[in-house]
């Protein structure tokens, strides 16, 4: 079983970025697809950006097209969101998961989660 941290958010201005990383511990990093998903006041869970166990295949919300970019370095165990060009809409909760299997991940139910990190865009 892996555990999670997330780190990098906070509150920036519009246009402005931010990048969010997630710390994998307790085992094989390499065994888990990883991904980001956020949640706004009164919003579902939706999908940012998920990422295979060896980093070659992505998979991104349309929101976040063009905009956001997942990357990870298995060798730091750590998964990244580089977010650029935020929007006040951007404003939720990212929280990073990761699951061995790619459909849990894609459906948004991946087993593992962090406790999430807060990002907040102002206008």
């Known amino acids: 079983q892996v555990q999670l941290a997330e780190s990098g958010g906070g509150l920036v201005q519009s246009g402005e970025s931010l990048r969010l990383s997630c710390v994998g511990s307790?085992?094989?990093?390499?065994?888990?697809?990883s991904g980001w998903f956020r949640q706004a006041p009164g919003k579902e869970r939706e999908l940012v950006a998920i990422?295979?166990?060896?980093?070659?295949?992505?998979m991104y919300g349309d929101f976040a097209q063009g905009r956001f970019t997942i990357f990870r370095n298995n060798a730091k165990n750590t998964v990244y969101l580089q977010m650029n060009n935020l929007r006040p809409e951007d404003t939720a909760v990212y929280y990073c998961?990761?699951?061995?299997?790619?459909?849990?991940?894609?459906?948004?139910?991946?087993?593992?989660w962090g406790q999430g990190t807060q990002v907040t865009v102002s206008s």
């Open positions: 990422i295979d166990w060896s980093g070659t295949g992505t």
């Open positions: 307790g085992s094989a990093f390499t065994d888990y697809n």
């Open positions: 998961g990761a699951d061995e299997n790619w459909g849990r991940a894609v459906a948004g139910l991946l087993r593992i």
